[in-house]
């Protein structure tokens, strides 16, 4: 059986369009949909039975909105769902190892572009082994699709563009192919992004890469994959500055970003990198962080 499609879902409205934006793509992939809420007793001593049979109708009762807006919008969506005892951070965690792709939700930040990502979904990111989706509240269907001829919103147009982050220098095929066939899924173009720093090497010579140089090796780089995808229009961009601020402005009106998190020993334990912390706080699209070796 093909692994499903899962969000976590604990009511909020984050996390309902988190279960929305898996519903589509659940159906993009022929997958089914599961949803997963996690909750803990808590409880004083010799109150656990009272307490726990609280939060198993609590999760039901969650679970059975997140139920009714999915089957409102989109009545043939295969789906089943899961409520289990833990933290939400371990729950999810195991969810992610059963998923072809994990999708969570995210507030939008009010007044500015971006997300207020709790230590959850922060927690997921940085040890997950299948990739992520983070989506904002207020995400909907339309937000896909690039706009109608007269500028309202649409779900019958072509959808927005899939923004991959690229490190040239990094061999990170699980995350290129992962935008490529989000792209394919899609019938979207590929936006390919690479951020160089002025003045500074590519590789351990002593000569900086320029612009043209490091474009050649953006095209090298994704060669490959185009032979794979011949249907998936491709365009790259390589630009100046830290990727960090490169990634936010390109993901700006796309349909979703693809960024890659390595899976590395750390002193400290598991973590977010600086690039994949700041574009999950300040991209205003879904964002998904494929693990790679």
């Keep these: 059986m093909l692994a499903p499609v899962i969000a976590g879902v604990d009511g909020s409205a984050e996390s309902l369009a988190a279960a929305e934006w898996a519903a589509r793509e659940a159906e993009r992939r022929g997958r089914r949909l599961r949803l997963v809420y996690a909750w803990q007793r808590g409880a004083r001593p010799g109150r656990e039975a009272s307490a726990g049979a609280v939060q198993r109708h609590l999760a039901r009762r969650v679970l059975r909105q997140a139920e009714d807006r999915i089957h409102a919008m989109?009545?043939?969506t295969h789906l089943d769902d899961?409520?289990?005892?833990?933290?939400?951070?371990?729950?999810l965690l195991h969810a992610a190892g059963q998923a072809d792709l994990l999708v969570l939700g995210s507030r939008g930040l009010s007044g500015f572009t971006g997300f207020l990502v709790g230590s959850v979904a922060l927690?997921?990111?940085a040890s997950a082994e299948r990739p992520v989706v983070l989506v904002r509240a207020g995400e909907e269907a339309a937000d896909e699709h690039l706009p109608a001829a007269d500028g309202s919103a649409s779900t019958r147009t072509g959808c927005r563009d899939v923004v991959l982050?690229?490190?040239v220098a990094d061999g990170c095929d699980e995350v290129i192919g992962f935008a490529f066939e989000e792209a394919r899924l899609r019938g979207a173009r590929l936006r390919a992004v690479y951020a160089r720093q002025a003045g500074a090497p590519l590789g351990p010579g002593p000569h900086e890469t320029s612009a043209d140089t490091s474009r050649e090796l953006l095209d090298d780089r994704l060669r490959a994959w185009g032979e794979k995808y011949p249907d998936v229009e491709t365009l790259t961009t390589v630009a100046t500055g830290r990727a960090q601020s490169v990634l936010v402005r390109a993901a700006s009106g796309a349909s979703l970003l693809v960024v890659g998190h390595r899976l590395a020993e750390r002193p400290v334990g598991p973590r977010t990198g600086p690039v994949t912390h700041a574009v999950v706080h300040h991209v205003d699209c879904p964002v998904a962080v494929v693990p790679h070796p």
């Design 123 to 125: 927690g997921v990111i």
């Design 82 to 91: 899961e409520s289990a005892q833990g933290p939400a951070t371990e729950v």
């Design 165 to 167: 982050g690229v490190d």
């Design 74 to 76: 989109s009545p043939g």
